[in-house]
């Protein structure tokens, strides 16, 4: 373990390392500082984030970082729970990202354990942080067996809230300096649409932009997404059920395969530079040098028909596990 002196604080770093895989786990915001792939005898730095690590916890791009207790977008004027409102922001700031500025991705987790092959690590969202109510307690624990990066939460609840909780690290699994020569498979017959808020769309009505079911280069893809306001990806897709892997996305060197228990994943493909110079192999600060995959609930379910509230009550425990697994060519 390694201690850094950051501008929140004393920081601790936990390298987790097995023959194929290697990630350095951070405490603050139960962060993946870095991910690397062993291919042929040399690591490949399969995370994309920035150099410096002050850089890397301040950042609002949220690099690496556990992201809740809500993932996504809550809208103002805010929402409903047993007749019970929690609001929240105003007209001109609609929306609460990720939970907002107390969520967990700025939080200072405890060690709970850690070995060769494993870290655990712990913090709690507390009911004067946010609209929320009670205390949450999160463990977040990342694993590694064979080829396979495991990604596991679990938590517990004092009152009644949401609890939708995902990663937010930036992905690129090849040699190139942006994500369009990736090839990406979706098994998601349907897709919140932001603009219609978040109805429930099939792929096939809407058709290109939005089904990966037969899979397609990125480059294709955002080409397709380019005269939109996202200038790329930001969307969730829900996926087919009982169809695993859930997503693919193939490179020149290596295939990474997703498998969830969450029934969504939003796809976010690094639409705007980066103010930061970014650490991987191909280091720059383009817009698509990246993509994320965050596995959740629907976000912002609770205040739109049909979809998962994601609420967690006293008594209930919340589980969910994403693995990446890792095949290099």
């Not at 201690?3 to 405490?27: C, H, P, R, W, Y």
Request: proline residues 4%; hydrophobic residues 35%; glycine residues 6%.
């Amino acid at each position: 373990m390694t201690v850094f002196q950051t501008v929140v604080g004393d920081v601790s770093m936990m390298t987790i390392e097995n023959d194929f895989l290697k990630a350095d786990i951070l405490s603050y915001g139960a962060s993946i500082f870095h991910l690397f792939v062993k291919r042929n005898d040399e690591w490949i730095e399969v995370s994309v984030q920035p150099n410096d690590i002050n850089e890397f916890i301040t950042s609002d791009f949220y690099y690496g970082k556990t992201v809740g207790r809500a993932a996504g977008r809550l809208f103002y004027p805010g929402y409903t729970i047993d007749q019970i409102e929690y609001l929240f922001g105003e007209e001109e700031n609609p929306a609460l990202l990720h939970g907002g500025p107390n969520g967990f991705s700025f939080k200072h987790f405890d060690v709970v354990s850690f070995d060769a092959h494993h870290v655990t690590l712990k913090a709690t969202s507390y009911e004067d942080e946010g609209p929320f109510d009670g205390e949450l307690t999160l463990h977040t624990t990342y694993r590694l067996d064979n080829q396979a990066f495991h990604i596991s939460y679990e938590a517990h609840t004092t009152a009644p809230t949401i609890c939708n909780i995902t990663n937010h690290v930036y992905l690129n699994v090849s040699t190139q300096s942006t994500i369009d020569h990736q090839f990406i498979k979706i098994d998601a017959m349907k897709y919140l649409n932001i603009d219609e808020a978040n109805k429930i769309i099939s792929v096939e009505d809407i058709n290109v932009p939005f089904d990966f079911n037969q899979g397609k280069y990125f480059k294709d893809a955002l080409n397709d997404m380019a005269s939109t306001s996202f200038n790329g990806y930001d969307h969730t897709f829900i996926f087919n059920p009982s169809k695993k892997p859930q997503m693919e996305v193939t490179s020149d060197v290596m295939t990474m395969k997703l498998f969830t228990t969450n029934p969504a994943v939003v796809l976010y493909t690094h639409n705007k530079p980066s103010p930061h110079a970014l650490r991987t192999l191909k280091a720059n600060q383009n817009k698509h040098a990246a993509f994320t995959i965050e596995t959740q609930y629907e976000p912002g379910g609770i205040q739109f028909e049909g979809l998962n509230d994601a609420i967690l009550r006293p008594g209930e425990t919340y589980k969910e596990t994403t693995t990446l697994v890792f095949e290099t060519k």
